[in-house]
């Protein structure tokens, strides 16, 4: 599959920061980041079973985890107590099932448990690092599994990485539905395609009668996807045996066949179809005409204003 040119060029905005350079031992082709907008929602499940999926499908994967404090795809994968190989200060990933190459912070940790206690711009050189100080070699697609919200991290992956598009991981409850639309906005300031939503945890079915029940209350998918502007891509359910797979690293061996199949698809179309940028005017009016205007301050209020770092 074709993306976009990865020559380190950037057709963003001219005040954000030139991307990182593309080691010249890798050749990556497309670059798929997997965001939410808060924590616990699964992102990191969505990204290991999105490349475990494409891999099964024979395209060459990696995983970059950008979720540098809270990393969990080296176990997920049954990665967890490895760690990263180095030739002088070049960074050789990680090879776990079907060939998926992994990068990630824990795996350069004495202990995979020992907190990461570094400050944004460290951060910010650690993704560096995952990017131009290592070999991925060839690859077709490289998920970065990023941390929730929308802070340094997210920002520097934006900013300097040569993201195709982005899926946005979310679940039923109101309140991450209300999140859903910071991460969508977040994407399109930064000039960031956006392939769709994928709700997590959205049912679980009960193992004597297959009936479906929704754990979480109803599902969002489809009206936050059409208020956000962007599509609906998979429904994923609440599985007890594909958390214990998680936790055993047998991801890759128990994940479903055709598992996340619109997410699939969508991600193998990028070449043709690139992944559009939301519109924030017209996002800003469906929510309004759906909930109703945001109340603005009576004059001589003061609100209190955090200044966007973009």
Sequence with gaps: MACSKKDGSTDRDG????????????EVACVVGVVSGKGGVGKSLVSCSLAV???RRGLKVGILDADITGPSVPRMLGLGGQHATTIGDLF??????????????????AH???PVLWRGP??????????????????????????PGTGDVALTVYQALPVDGTVIVTTPQDLVSMIVGKAVK????????????????GYATCPHCGERIDVFG?????????????????????????????????LARCLPADFLPK???RVLSLGDDPAPVPDIAAMDARYEAAYGAVPQPAAGETVDMTPEEV
């Design 218 to 250: 109803p599902s969002h998918l489809e009206r936050d996807s059409e208020l956000a502007g962007v599509a609906a891509l998979d429904r994923l359910p609440q599985d007890p045996a594909l958390a214990a797979a998680c936790d055993a690293g047998d």
């Design 15 to 26: 005040g954000a920061p030139q991307r990182f350079e593309q080691h010249p031992l890798s």
């Design 112 to 114: 995979e448990n020992d």
């Design 53 to 55: 999926e494409l891999a």
């Design 186 to 201: 977040m994407a399109a300031k930064m000039g960031v395609g956006v392939l769709g939503l994928v709700e997590n945890m």
């Design 122 to 147: 460290v951060l910010a050189g650690a993704i560096r690092q995952f990017w131009s100080q290592t070999s991925w070699g060839p690859i077709d697609v490289l998920v970065v599994d990023m941390p």
């Design 263 to 265: 997410t699939v698809a």
């Design 92 to 109: 050789l990933p990680a090879v776990g099932p079907l060939g998926i190459k992994v990068m990630s912070a824990n795996m350069l940790l």
